[in-house]
C-alpha cells in the first residue's frame, strides 16, 4: 500500500530566484507597503495632534490670557500710582493738544501741571515739620486723654458713692488695647497668607475690565473687536494699516504717534464723526479708496463707514456707525403718526427720513425739479411717493402724475391729481408724452402772462420715465416719443419744463431705474435740481446719478447693499441741509405702505373742493364734447375756460389739442352752460352743465318715445 501513497507535500530544489524578480516581489507584496511606522514617528504625530488641537490651543490661550490679565493689571496700577504722585499726566495732555494745535487747551493743561508742581512742594516742606508737629499733637492728645478718662471716673466714683471707680475708665481702655493686640495676634497670620493673594486677584480684577491682554490671548468674542468704541488710537493704527506708504511713514515720524492728524472724536447720531488731517504727500482719494479696508481697520463693515471730504484742505471726514445700528429700522414718517400735519410748497419741508446721524432730514421742493433713480425693488416709488403725500396736504398744488408701471403704487392719488395715467405699453408712454406737453403748454401760456400774475403749483410726476426714454413708438409726422436726439417729443418736453418752468412754478419730478446714457439723457438728469439715487450697480451709473462733483466728494450710493439698504439715499441738493464742505448727504427714508398712504390721501382730499382725475383714454372712440366738459369739469363749482380747455387736450389731444375760446363758446352758446363773467374771468359752472346734460337726455327720450 505505501507503494499508492501519493504525497501532499514534495520536498524539491528550488530553482534559483533571479533579481529582477525579487524586486518584483517586494513591490507587489502586501506585508511591504505595510510596514510598522517607527515609535518615535507615532510620538511625534501624536505630539503634533495634541499641540495643535483647538482645545489646547484654547486652554494654552486662556492660561496666557489669565496671567497677562495680572501683568496688566500690575502695570495700571503702577501708571496710575506713577501719574497721581507726578507730573507726567499734565506732560502727556499737554504734548497732545501741541499735536492737535489746540493751544488754548496746552496753555490750561501748563497752567495745571504747575499748580500740580507747586502744591507738590508745599506738601514736601510740610514733611520736614511734620516730625515735631506729630509729637506736640501726640503729647497733646495723650494729655486731653487722660484727662478726660480722669473726669470721667470722678463723675463715675461720685455717682456710685465709690472712690475704687476712679480708675474705671482708664482700666476699661486697657482692657480693650489688650483685646485689640490678641485679634491682631490671631488674625496676623491668616492676613499675612491671604493678603498677597488678594491683591494678585485684585489686580487680575483690574486687567480683566481693561482687556489688559494681547490681542492673540483675548477670547474669541473680545478678538474680534466688531462694536468697539473709537478711540484716537484705533482710528490712528486704523490708517497707518491702510496700504498708504506715505502715511504710514508720516505716522511713525510723528512725535505724538500721529495723535495730530485727529481732530475731536464727537457723537454723531448712531455713530461718531471724526476729522483726519492727511500729512503731505497723502490724497483723500487714497483713503476713499480704501473704504473697506479702513472699515475692518475699524472692526466695522463696509456700509457702517462713510468717508467725505472737509472743507479743509487734505481732510477727510470719518463717520462710522455702532455696530448694527444701520440694520435697525427707522421710525415711521409724521405723516403718518401727525394726523394734523400740514403742508406748505413755498415755505415747508417734506419729513422725508434721517440722516446717518439719526436727525431728521427734511427736503424743499419749492421750484426744484427732482430726479431720483437707482435699481429695481429698492425703494425708489415709496421715496418719490411719499414726497407727493406730503405735497398733496398743500392744497394749492395741482398733481398730473403718469405711473409707467400701472400696478396700483399711485392709484391714491385718483381724486388728488388732475391727470393720472398708470400702466406700462406704449399707449401709455404716449399718454405720459402729451401728459408733459400740456405741463410745457401750461408753462408757456403763464410765461405770457401779465408780471406779477400769481400762479398755484404744478407738478408733474413720471415714474418710471426709462421707459418714455426708450419708447420706440413715432407719431404721424414721424417724430419719436422716446430717445434723446431734438425730433423726441418726450426728451424735447422735458428738457423745456426745466429750462423755464420753476419761473412760473410748473415742475417736473422723475423716477428711474438703472440709469444709462441711453435711458436717462445727460441734459436731462442735470436739469434737475434735486437729485438722489438708492443702490446702483458701478460708479459710472452713481456719477450718472448724482454728478461728477458728489461722487468725487464722497457719495457712494454704488456702495450702498442691494436688498439691505432699501429706501436710502444719498441726495445731492441745495433743498436739505448737507453737513457744510460736503456735496451730498445719506437719508434713510421714512417708509409709507399703501393703506398709510391712503389714509393720507384721504386727508388730502378733504382739504380740496373736489378734483376730476382724468384717466387713459382709447384712442380714436367718438368724442360726446358736453359729456367730456362735464367730466373734466368735475365736483368743482366753477372751473375757468381756460382750465376747460387745457383738461379737456388732456382728455383727448386729438380731438381737443387744437381748441379755442371760440371751439368751446360754439359748443355751449345756447344753452343754459354759456359761460359767463365771474370775478372779471370767464367761467363754466358745474350745476349750468349738468342741467344742460339733464335736459338734453330728457329731450332725447321724449324723441325716441
Known amino acids: ?40 514617528v507615532r510620538s511625534a504625530r501624536g505630539i503634533r495632534t495634541v499641540a495643535t488641537h483647538e482645545t489646547t490651543k484654547t486652554a494654552c490661550r486662556a492660561t496666557a490670557r489669565h496671567g497677562l490679565y495680572v501683568l496688566g493689571g500690575t502695570r495700571i496700577v503702577a501708571r496710575r500710582t506713577w501719574e497721581g504722585r507726578t507730573a507726567s499726566r499734565y506732560e502727556r495732555m499737554l504734548r497732545a493738544a501741541e499735536a492737535a494745535g489746540n493751544m488754548e487747551a496746552a ?9 500740580f508742581r507747586q502744591e507738590r512742594h508745599r506738601r514736601r516742606m510740610d514733611l520736614l515739620t511734620a516730625p515735631m508737629d506729630a509729637a506736640k499733637g501726640i503729647a497733646a492728645g495723650l494729655g486731653i486723654g487722660a484727662g478726660g478718662l480722669l473726669l470721667i471716673g ?12 476712679i480708675g474705671a475708665p482708664t482700666m476699661a481702655l486697657i482692657e480693650l488695647v489688650r483685646w485689640i493686640v490678641f485679634i491682631i495676634t ?75 492728524m485727529l481732530g475731536p472724536i464727537r457723537i454723531a447720531g448712531c455713530g461718531v464723526e471724526v476729522d483726519v488731517t492727511l500729512p503731505s504727500g497723502v490724497s483723500t482719494d ?47 414718517s409724521p405723516l403718518v403718526t401727525d394726523p394734523d400735519s400740514k403742508a406748505d410748497y413755498k415755505s415747508g419741508k417734506a419729513p422725508w427720513g434721517q440722516d446717518l446721524r439719526g436727525d431728521a432730514a427734511a427736503l424743499s421742493l419749492y421750484q426744484r425739479h427732482l430726479l431720483i433713480t ?36 399711485w392709484g391714491m392719488f385718483d381724486g388728488l391729481a388732475t391727470v393720472l395715467i398708470q400702466g ?55 417724430r419719436p416719443y422716446g430717445g434723446s436726439k431734438a425730433t423726441s417729443r418726450y426728451f424735447m418736453a422735458v428738457r423745456k419744463v426745466h429750462n423755464q418752468g420753476r419761473a412760473v412754478d410748473v415742475i417736473l419730478w422723475e423716477g428711474t431705474q438703472d440709469p444709462t446714457d441711453q435711458n436717462l439723457p445727460k441734459l436731462v438728469r442735470e436739469g434737475a435740481h434735486t437729485r438722489a439715487s438708492l443702490v446702483l450697480g458701478t460708479e459710472s451709473q452713481a456719477r450718472m446719478a448724482l454728478g461728477d462733483k458728489a461722487i468725487d466728494g464722497g457719495a457712494a450710493p454704488h456702495l450702498l447693499r442691494q436688498g439691505l439698504d432699501k429706501g436710502t439715499l444719498v441726495v445731492a441738493s441745495d433743498g436739505i441741509a448737507i453737513p457744510a464742505g460736503q456735496a451730498s448727504i445719506t437719508v434713510r427714508t421714512h417708509y409709507i405702505d399703501d393703506d398709510q398712504a391712503l389714509e393720507i390721501a384721504n386727508r388730502a382730499r378733504a382739504l380740496r373742493d373736489g378734483v376730476t382725475t382724468l384717466h387713459v383714454i382709447e ?31 388732456v382728455l383727448s389731444e386729438d380731438s381737443y389739442g387744437s381748441w379755442t375760446h371760440a371751439d368751446l363758446k360754439r359748443v355751449l352758446d345756447g344753452t343754459p352752460a354759456e359761460p359767463y363773467k365771474s370775478d372779471g374771468r370767464m367761467v363754466v359752472a358745474r350745476e349750468r352743465i349738468a342741467r344742460t346734460l339733464a335736459n338734453r337726455d330728457t329731450d332725447g327720450s321724449a324723441s325716441a318715445s
Open 107 to 115: 496753555t490750561e493743561w501748563e497752567e495745571r501741571g504747575q499748580r
Open 424 to 478: 406700462p405699453t406704449d399707449d401709455h408712454v404716449i399718454q405720459a408724452t402729451e401728459m408733459v406737453e400740456g405741463l410745457v403748454a401750461e408753462m408757456e401760456r403763464r410765461l405770457q402772462a401779465p408780471p406779477g400774475t400769481k400762479f398755484t403749483p404744478l407738478v408733474g410726476i413720471v415714474d418710471e420715465a426709462q421707459l418714455a426714454f426708450m419708447c420706440p413708438v413715432v407719431d404721424s409726422e414721424k
Open 286 to 332: 487714497e483713503v476713499q479708496k480704501r473704504r473697506r479696508k479702513l472699515a475692518e481697520n475699524l472692526s466695522r463693515h463696509e456700509h457702517e463707514v462713510f468717508i467725505t471730504i472737509a472743507e479743509a484742505a487734505r481732510t477727510v471726514r470719518l463717520w462710522v456707525a455702532d455696530s448694527g445700528a444701520l440694520d435697525e429700522p427707522i421710525g415711521p
Open 619 to 649: 384712442q380714436g372712440e367718438e368724442r360726446d364734447s358736453l359729456a367730456d366738459i362735464a367730466t373734466v369739469v368735475g365736483d368743482t363749482n366753477r372751473v375757468l375756460t381756460q382750465d376747460v380747455l387745457q383738461r379737456l387736450a
Open 1 to 40: 500500500m505505501s507503494d499508492n501513497v501519493v504525497p501532499l507535500f514534495e520536498k524539491t530544489t528550488p530553482a534559483p530566484i533571479e533579481p529582477a524578480a525579487v524586486v518584483t516581489a517586494a513591490v507587489a507584496s502586501p506585508a511591504a507597503e505595510k510596514a510598522p511606522v517607527p515609535l518615535w
Open 154 to 165: 470722678i463723675m463715675l466714683a461720685v455717682a456710685n458713692k465709690d472712690w475704687t471707680d
Open 374 to 409: 437707482g435699481l429695481s425693488n429698492q425703494g425708489k416709488t415709496a421715496a418719490l411717493r411719499s414726497l407727493a403725500l406730503w405735497l398733496a396736504l398743500d392744497r394749492t398744488v395741482e398733481f398730473r402724475i403718469a405711473d409707467l408701471k400701472g400696478i396700483g403704487d
Open 186 to 260: 490671631v488674625t496676623w497670620g491668616p492676613l499675612v497668607t491671604i493678603g498677597p493673594w488678594a491683591v494678585l486677584l485684585g489686580l487680575w480684577a483690574l486687567g480683566k475690565n481693561q482687556q489688559a491682554a494681547p490681542q492673540w490671548a483675548l477670547p474669541a468674542n473680545a478678538r474680534s473687536g466688531e462694536g468697539e468704541p473709537i478711540t484716537p488710537s484705533i482710528v490712528v493704527l486704523a490708517l497707518r494699516n491702510l496700504g498708504v506708504a506715505p502715511l504710514r511713514t508720516a505716522i511713525k515720524e510723528m512725535g505724538d504717534a500721529g495723535a495730530s
